[in-house]
Every structure is written in C-alpha cells, then in structure tokens.
C-alpha cells in the first residue's frame, strides 16, 4: 500500500485519476443524451395511457385539450396519432442511437491518439520504448492517420483486429459484442445515409424514404451500457498501459511559458493551472515540481 508521500509523487507511467479526460467528456455526453432519453420516456407512457383508456368518441384534440393556430396540425383520430407518435419515438431512439455511436467513435478516436502521442513506441508494438513526451518537446511526430482511420472506420469486426494489433489486448466488452455493435453501426448508417444514399435517381414511381429499423427502448439501454463498458474499458487499459501522467505533462508543455519565477514559483503556478483545468484527483506542488523536472530531463 502506498502512504501518503508516495501517493503524491509524479509517475510517468502511473496516473493519478481513475481516468482521463477523454473519458470525462464522453461521460458527459452520455448522461447527458440518458437525461434527454428519460425525460421522454414518461411522457410517452402518460401519453399512450391517456389515449387507450379514453372513451371512444373522445379524439386526440379532446384528450390532450388541443387548440390554437397549429392544431390543424395534428391528427384527431386515436388509431392515426398512436401511429405517428410511435413512429416518432423509434425516430427518436434511432437518432439517440447515432449520437450515442458517434461521440464514442469520437472518444475512441481520441484516447487512442493520446495514447500513441504519449507512447509511440505502441506502432511498432515495444510499449514505452521512447517517450511521446520527448518527440512533442522536441517538434517531432509521427504518423498515426491510417491507424486512427482503421480503429474507428469500417466494420467493427476490422476496428477490433486493428485495436488488438497495435495495442495487444481487446477489452472484452468488444471481443464479446462484436456482432451487437455490427447491428448497431448498420442501424445508425442506414438511419444517417437512409435520404442521401437512396439510388432512385429523380423521377421515382413509388415512395421509399422512411426507415425500416425500429428500435425499442430495452435495446436502446442495452446499447448505452454496451457502449458505456467500452469506454470504461478502453480508458482503464491505455490509461495504465500507454497514457500514465501524459495528459498532465502535455498541459505543462502547452502553457509552461506562462510560468515565471524558480522552480518553486512554477510549480505553485502550475499547479493552480493544473489542478483547475480538469475534474480529476488533485496534484500537490511536490507532484507538480517532480514533474517539471522530469520534463526538464527530457
């Protein structure tokens, strides 16, 4: 077990936070979408509940006290609305579902370009050969374009077999869900492509612009806590593996010509700077002045 000093004490290899600031933002993201997804949730219950136990001369203008210049817009009869507004929730969960797929793609992208910044030494799979931190100092870089594209493009089946061939391990949460996350790549691009792709040229004889898939709200929580898994998974791994202390070198990097003063005075600086800049684990100024005068090693 580690006392008090040595929890304190900078580790290039060792971060400090449970997680990193990829990860902190992809949260974000995803409770905010569960917050939107669970604030209608209720009201289409109360809603459905409303229209099946209402007598049956009783329209939807009646039930819901529709009235006002747009009430022409909406649709009287009970059987037509609970139609449409079914029709509407699947559109809803079918958009959650491409939100949710695109901000992980984002932190996936993300996380791993850290993590190759923080140890490129992973490209040519010999982990912490060079540190990252040494080649940014010194305004070299090395290519990770193609790598990037092949970890978050193209079937997942080809994502996973590029993660697992730079990285070396394959959290399970995606080697056990492969086929899951295949449909759900194939719902989202079906739902984003689903005007532009449509091959008909311009005079058509029949209409086919709408969706086909449906997806119900037990699937969509499955896929939120599938993709919930994968970022915690992901983050656990490169973060011990890869990433360590880079994401608060990096900060210092970008900023340590603000700084003024000695050492002391710096590290004072810096850690104000630092410890305001993200919600993770406070540094101390020992942590911070350790850290500095790693960089300075470099």
């Given at each position: 077990?580690?006392?008090?000093?040595?929890?304190?004490?900078?580790?290039?290899?060792?971060?400090?936070?449970?997680?990193?600031?990829?990860?902190?933002?992809?949260?974000?993201?995803?409770?905010?979408?569960?917050?939107?997804?669970?604030?209608?949730?209720?009201?289409?219950?109360?809603?459905?509940?409303?229209?099946?136990?209402?007598?049956?001369?009783?329209?939807?203008?009646?039930?819901?006290?529709?009235?006002?210049?747009?009430?022409?817009?909406?649709?009287?009869?009970?059987?037509?609305w609970m139609g449409n507004f079914k029709s509407f929730q699947n559109l809803c969960y079918i958009n959650?579902?491409?939100?949710?797929?695109?901000?992980?793609?984002?932190?996936?992208?993300?996380?791993?370009?850290?993590?190759?910044?923080?140890?490129?030494?992973?490209?040519?799979?010999?982990?912490?050969?060079?540190?990252?931190?040494?080649?940014?100092?010194?305004?070299?870089?090395?290519?990770?374009?193609?790598?990037?594209?092949?970890?978050?493009?193209?079937?997942?089946?080809?994502?996973?077999?590029?993660?697992?061939?730079?990285?070396?391990?394959?959290?399970?949460?995606?080697?056990?869900?492969?086929?899951?996350?295949?449909?759900?790549?194939?719902?989202?691009?079906?739902?984003?492509?689903?005007?532009?792709?449509?091959?008909?040229?311009?005079?058509?004889?029949?209409?086919?612009?709408?969706?086909?898939?449906?997806?119900?709200?037990?699937?969509?929580?499955?896929?939120?806590?599938?993709?919930?898994?994968?970022?915690?998974?992901?983050?656990?791994?490169?973060?011990?593996?890869?990433?360590?202390?880079?994401?608060?070198?990096?900060?210092?990097?970008?900023?340590?010509?603000?700084?003024?003063?000695?050492?002391?005075?710096?590290?004072?600086?810096?850690?104000?700077?630092?410890?305001?800049?993200?919600?993770?684990?406070?540094?101390?100024?020992?942590?911070?002045?350790?850290?500095?005068?790693?960089?300075?090693?470099?």
């Amino acid at each position: 077990m580690m006392n008090e000093d040595e929890n304190e004490s900078f580790n290039r290899w060792r971060c400090l936070d449970p997680n990193t600031n990829s990860y902190r933002i992809f949260n974000k993201h995803h409770c905010e979408i569960n917050d939107y997804i669970w604030s209608f949730v209720p009201l289409q219950s109360f809603g459905e509940y409303l229209v099946r136990h209402e007598k049956a001369d009783r329209t939807i203008h009646d039930i819901f006290h529709v009235s006002g210049v747009d009430s022409r817009r909406v649709e009287k009869s009970k059987t037509l609305w609970m139609g449409n507004f079914k029709s509407f929730q699947n559109l809803c969960y079918i958009n959650s579902l491409t939100s949710i797929l695109s901000y992980l793609e984002f932190y996936i992208k993300r996380i791993v370009t850290i993590s190759l910044l923080s140890d490129p030494g992973a490209i040519i799979g010999d982990f912490r050969a060079i540190d990252g931190v040494k080649l940014i100092k010194n305004t070299k870089s090395v290519s990770i374009d193609k790598i990037l594209t092949s970890i978050v493009k193209g079937t997942w089946y080809d994502r996973a077999k590029s993660f697992e061939s730079v990285f070396l391990e394959l959290p399970d949460s995606i080697r056990d869900n492969i086929e899951t996350l295949e449909k759900m790549r194939r719902i989202r691009n079906r739902a984003a492509h689903s005007f532009s792709r449509i091959d008909n040229g311009v005079l058509v004889d029949r209409v086919e612009d709408k969706f086909h898939d449906r997806v119900e709200l037990d699937s969509l929580k499955r896929y939120m806590s599938l993709t919930s898994d994968i970022a915690v998974d992901i983050d656990r791994q490169l973060l011990r593996n890869n990433i360590g202390e880079f994401e608060s070198i990096y900060i210092y990097h970008s900023n340590q010509d603000k700084f003024r003063g000695l050492n002391n005075e710096k590290s004072r600086q810096f850690r104000s700077l630092l410890n305001g800049s993200y919600v993770g684990n406070t540094r101390s100024k020992k942590f911070c002045k350790q850290l500095i005068d790693y960089y300075g090693s470099l």
